[in-house]
């Protein structure tokens, strides 16, 4: 072995180290020097597709997806495909770009849907699909991926049990929907778990017009969670709830306040529909 080779391996061996610890601005500066001593275009490979998830997890989603595009320019026959596409399709996620990051995870899952962390593409092309509304897609990702959670990983189980709430709730599938939230509840989550759960059964509550249980649920979410993160949904359950519990008095309260809040809300159509028909 070559005197370069040997502080290639070297300085290839003290950027893992580093990357293992989360020193990451240490193991970017250790693989360039790597880069530096490296003989072949597969070493050069190898580096870039590390230097990608360094990139990932110190945020800079653009320069990883760069170093990921490297990785096939110095090496075409580059075999880990599945590990490439998935850091882009994650780093494609930051970028807030989901049809880029939606083509990279399927392209991930299409080179490797076995493994462990293959699991967590299947949960992120889930959320992917749930977020734009698209739950009928949303559904098999996460029915698929459900069992393996629940023995694993108890923060994915309950965030996919609450995805998979409220994907029965919007496919119309209410007792499914009100078994998932109620095994939230069930399992003692944190306060911010309890309050997701409870948030999914207030929409159960309001649906079935149990306007009273709606309003006591959306107080109940609050006090759990000061900072929860959909609070216009939560300050619409319940102004509607007194709506049509004849309660314009404090609806038209809500109403102004939610106005002020949230000008050019999700609910602003609806807000305004209930505020003509009550004076």
């Given at each position: 072995m070559s005197e370069n080779e040997i502080i290639f391996r070297e300085s290839l061996n003290k950027a893992r180290e580093h990357f293992e610890k989360k020193q990451y601005k240490n193991a970017r500066l250790m693989y360039f020097q790597a880069m530096n001593q490296a003989e072949n275009r597969e070493d050069k490979a190898i580096i870039w597709a590390e230097i990608s998830w360094v990139y990932y997890y110190e945020k800079d989603y653009?320069?990883?997806?760069?170093?990921?595009?490297?990785?096939?320019?110095?090496?075409?026959?580059?075999?880990?495909?599945?590990?490439?596409?998935?850091?882009?399709?994650?780093?494609?996620?930051?970028?807030?770009?989901f049809t880029l990051a939606e083509r990279f995870?399927?392209?991930?899952?299409?080179?490797?849907?076995?493994?462990?962390?293959?699991?967590?593409?299947?949960?992120?092309?889930?959320?992917?699909h749930f977020i734009q509304g698209n739950y009928d897609l949303a559904y098999p990702f996460f029915n698929e991926?459900?069992?393996?959670?629940?023995?694993?990983?108890?923060?994915?189980?309950?965030?996919?049990?609450?995805?998979?709430?409220?994907?029965?709730?919007?496919?119309?599938?209410?007792?499914?929907?009100?078994?998932?939230?109620?095994?939230?509840?069930?399992?003692?989550?944190?306060?911010?778990?309890?309050?997701?759960?409870?948030?999914?059964?207030?929409?159960l509550e309001f649906q079935k017009k149990n306007f009273l249980n709606a309003i006591s649920l959306c107080e109940e979410i609050i006090f759990l969670d000061e900072n929860f993160f959909d609070k216009e949904s939560v300050g619409f359950l319940t102004a509607a709830s007194y709506f049509y519990l004849g309660r314009k008095d404090i609806y038209n309260e809500y109403y102004n306040k939610m106005k002020e809040t949230y000008p050019d809300g999700r609910y602003s159509k609806e807000l305004d529909t209930l505020f003509s028909s009550s004076n």
């Amino acid at each position: 072995m070559s005197e370069n080779e040997i502080i290639f391996r070297e300085s290839l061996n003290k950027a893992r180290e580093h990357f293992e610890k989360k020193q990451y601005k240490n193991a970017r500066l250790m693989y360039f020097q790597a880069m530096n001593q490296a003989e072949n275009r597969e070493d050069k490979a190898i580096i870039w597709a590390e230097i990608s998830w360094v990139y990932y997890y110190e945020k800079d989603y653009n320069k990883a997806i760069e170093a990921a595009e490297n990785v096939l320019i110095q090496d075409s026959e580059y075999k880990v495909l599945d590990d490439l596409y998935r850091v882009q399709g994650y780093s494609y996620l930051g970028l807030s770009n989901f049809t880029l990051a939606e083509r990279f995870l399927q392209l991930s899952l299409e080179n490797n849907s076995t493994d462990e962390k293959q699991q967590y593409v299947k949960y992120e092309l889930g959320k992917l699909h749930f977020i734009q509304g698209n739950y009928d897609l949303a559904y098999p990702f996460f029915n698929e991926i459900r069992e393996f959670f629940e023995q694993s990983n108890n923060e994915y189980k309950l965030a996919i049990w609450f995805y998979l709430g409220f994907i029965n709730y919007y496919l119309n599938n209410f007792t499914k929907s009100h078994d998932y939230f109620s095994q939230i509840l069930s399992d003692e989550p944190s306060q911010q778990r309890q309050a997701s759960a409870k948030f999914g059964l207030a929409f159960l509550e309001f649906q079935k017009k149990n306007f009273l249980n709606a309003i006591s649920l959306c107080e109940e979410i609050i006090f759990l969670d000061e900072n929860f993160f959909d609070k216009e949904s939560v300050g619409f359950l319940t102004a509607a709830s007194y709506f049509y519990l004849g309660r314009k008095d404090i609806y038209n309260e809500y109403y102004n306040k939610m106005k002020e809040t949230y000008p050019d809300g999700r609910y602003s159509k609806e807000l305004d529909t209930l505020f003509s028909s009550s004076n």
